[in-house]
């Protein structure tokens, strides 16, 4: 991926909402250039790089799965630490202080990265629109159907939001004439619709070429949409459809990667009931609203999170009789994301006081640092 598109998708818009979903109300930036600038401010960029933008001293985090919630992602960084403080250490940068918005804004960032999508490969397209029979309904250059639309007018235009959209809005006429002509109804799967794409646009000339990547969208006003278009009616939280709370972590990839997931269902959605259309935008917002649904941290357990602070040996330092604050005293002073900054901070001194003590460097895996802050007993924050 080239600079220009690398800089360009870090200054696509967003319009992002809060999410008032257990311990914390993880926040996210409504223009992702914010994040993105704190990765740059607090110099992420001289280690890290993205798809090959930037120094590669440290993982490409482009091409590393960042899945979670907030708190996972906030864990993440802080099992890296003692690796990462080394090695600025030893290129004299100074580990950084982050506020607590600062934080969110470059967890946030990181976090939407696996929803861009790997540009496509033409000739593979090619080959995919022979097997998945578009022909047979689409014309494309003077060759083909009559059925369906020609996709010509398209080839200049044709964005990833706007071929899952259109795509979608016409499954009831797609599944009325392959059922007639007993077809198969053409499913996609890993990144075959951005390959669909790459050929298409592959036939534009000039500065039509250039693929338009993404129109992202609004998680909240997605929600309401959920809502309003009867999504909800078939995929709450009991429903033995594809739903919510038991497959949110499905949904956690790329944007043509969630409407080849949403395509693939079609047929069944279909014979189940009616199936609503959607404009781009609400397209946008929709998919947008799916891929956030794993970011907020739900309530932790309280046990558990007494489990962890045994472990990880919090009480040698955070107690009444330790070098640190007590955690007793914490009770309502903070919430998860002002906690998860105060740990980060704070990282220099705590890996001297561990290192003199010879406890090992506390790491958390997923929902450990949830259920120790429901624990500790953190401020819930809501907007």
């Not at 159907?145 to 020609?150: I, W």
């Not at 705590?350 to 500790?376: A, C, H, N």
């Amino acid at each position: 991926m080239s600079g220009r598109k690398f800089i360009y998708l870090a200054l696509i818009p967003l319009s992002f909402a809060i999410f008032l979903l257990g311990v914390k109300s993880q926040t996210l930036p409504e223009d992702p250039a914010v994040g993105f600038r704190v990765f740059i401010d607090k110099e992420c960029i001289r280690c890290h790089s993205i798809w090959g933008e930037g120094e590669a001293i440290g993982p490409d985090l482009g091409k590393v799965t960042l899945s979670g919630t907030f708190l996972d992602l906030a864990g993440y960084i802080w099992n890296h630490f003692p690796y990462m403080h080394q090695r600025m250490g030893s290129m004299r940068i100074e580990w950084p202080e982050f506020s607590s918005e600062e934080l969110s804004r470059l967890v946030a960032y990181l976090y939407t990265l696996e929803f861009f999508d790997v540009p496509g490969n033409p000739e593979a397209g090619k080959s995919l629109f022979k097997e998945k029979g578009c022909l047979d309904c689409h014309s494309f250059e003077g060759k083909g159907g009559k059925k369906g639309p020609d996709l010509e007018k398209f080839k200049q235009d044709l964005s990833p939001i706007f071929m899952v959209q259109a795509m979608w809005n016409h499954v009831p006429e797609m599944s009325s004439l392959l059922e007639t002509h007993k077809n198969a109804w053409p499913t996609f799967q890993d990144n075959q619709l951005m390959d669909l794409l790459a050929f298409v646009h592959q036939k534009a000339k000039g500065k039509e070429r250039e693929v338009p990547f993404l129109l992202l969208g609004s998680p909240e006003t997605g929600e309401k949409l959920f809502r309003e278009k009867g999504c909800i009616r078939c995929h709450n939280s009991g429903s033995k459809n594809l739903n919510l709370k038991r497959d949110s972590r499905k949904f956690h990839r790329s944007m043509t990667k969630i409407g080849a997931l949403l395509w693939n269902s079609a047929p069944l959605m279909w014979k189940e009931g009616e199936v609503p259309k959607f404009s781009g935008q609400e397209m946008a917002d929709i998919i947008s609203y799916l891929y956030f649904l794993n970011y907020s941290d739900k309530v932790g357990d309280s046990k558990k999170g007494e489990k962890v602070f045994s472990e990880k040996r919090c009480a040698d330092c955070h107690s009444s009789r330790g070098p640190a604050i007590d955690f007793s005293l914490l009770k309502g002073r903070y919430d998860a994301v002002e906690m998860s900054t105060e740990m980060l901070n704070h990282a220099p001194v705590m890996q001297k006081t561990v290192e003199e003590k010879k406890i090992s460097w506390p790491r958390f895996t997923p929902g450990e640092l949830r259920d120790l802050f429901q624990y500790i007993g953190l401020r819930e924050k809501v907007k």
